[in-house]
């Protein structure tokens, strides 16, 4: 796992200079949070009093948020309906310093809210408002036409599937076949049921259930792990993939080299709410600072260290990554926890 102290010093340095565009599902995460002090006597339920909420950007959004937190600019690109639930996501938006501009109103479409109701630390139900169908054609080539216009200003694309309509099969055709021609890198945070429609690629970050899932083999040992990632590597002619694996770290298979397998950091783990999201947002900001491959997966897997071990949403920032990277590795290795 090579990488110098003065290379890990270079690229945190160099983050924070690309544009980057996600496209994606976009998702307002609401949060009721309260005490549960009795038992309805409605139905054997608890009663929680709802002291306070918040509002928090998901989905695709949050990989945007990640994005903005690393200091490069996100063009965050997707689907929203027009109602007070999209009002409320741009006003978020505007106060974490990401445009609005490559948003579309589909009328026929609600903005998906995923409301968790916390008493204390413990979520008592969740509640999701949304529609997952597919973009109509109208839509789905609006959505093009916004890439399409600023395909030359951008260095990466993220793409956020959470399955909700937005990555349909035609849309990432057109958008993988574009920057093909344009030399873009192409990040795909993958929903397991579509892992077939993610060819061509330069990276996919999926877990390793979900790899397993798509690979159709359950990975519970390092030769299944090495069946799975090198069999998706294939399949799928992607440039690479990195699977993350929880506690046993992340492992990067790459056409041609042997896979790379890289510890965890964490030392201890709080929260892994949005993990996913830092390494892919991560990982591309390395990609655009100039790491190379492996590179971009050892640093990625600092921000995932830092994002689990703190509770709620972590602002992993490079001048995180840096000091967490200089604590983990010395001399180019890996210091042991």
């Keep these: 796992m090579p990488i110098k102290p003065d290379r890990i010093t270079e690229l945190t340095e160099k983050i924070g200079n690309a544009k980057i565009l996600i496209l994606g599902d976009i998702m307002l995460d609401e949060y009721l949070f309260g005490q549960v002090t009795r038992i309805s006597p409605e139905a054997p339920v608890p009663v929680v009093e709802v002291t306070s909420d918040r509002f928090l950007l998901g989905g695709a959004a949050n990989v945007a948020a990640n994005i903005r937190k690393l200091g490069d600019e996100p063009l965050l690109l997707g689907v929203v309906g027009l109602d007070e639930a999209s009002v409320k996501f741009s006003q978020i938006l505007k106060s974490k310093k990401i445009s609005s501009e490559f948003l579309i109103n589909d009328e026929s479409r609600q903005t998906t809210i995923k409301t968790r109701v916390m008493a204390g630390n413990q979520q008592i139900v969740r509640y999701d408002r949304e529609n997952r169908h597919e973009l109509n054609a109208e839509t789905e080539q609006k959505v093009f036409k916004k890439f399409e216009s600023v395909v030359d200003d951008i260095s990466a694309v993220i793409i956020s599937d959470y399955g909700k309509g937005v990555i349909s099969l035609s849309l990432l055709e057109k958008v993988i076949a574009l920057c093909r021609e344009k030399s873009i890198f192409v990040a795909v945070d993958p929903k397991e049921t579509h892992f077939h429609n993610y060819k061509n690629v330069s990276v996919i970050t999926p877990n390793h259930h979900e790899a397993g899932f798509a690979y159709g083999q359950r990975i519970s040992n390092e030769k299944e792990l090495l069946e799975v ?98 604590l983990n590795i010395k001399d180019g290795n890996l210091v042991k926890n």
Excluded at 229 to 235: C, P, S, V, Y
Excluded at 289 to 316: P, Q
């Design 229 to 326: 990632g090198n069999g998706l590597l294939e399949k799928l002619q992607a440039k690479s993939i990195l699977i993350t694996r929880g506690a046993d770290g992340m492992s990067l298979f790459r056409t041609d080299k042997e896979p790379t397998h890289i510890p965890t950091f964490a030392k201890k783990v709080f929260d892994v709410t949005g993990a996913g999201d830092t390494v892919i947002a991560t990982f591309v900001s390395s990609v655009c600072a100039g790491a190379e491959l492996h590179e971009a997966a050892i640093i990625a897997n600092a921000g995932a260290g830092i994002t689990v071990g703190e509770v709620g949403t972590a602002s992993v920032t490079p001048e995180l990554l840096r000091k967490e990277l200089h």
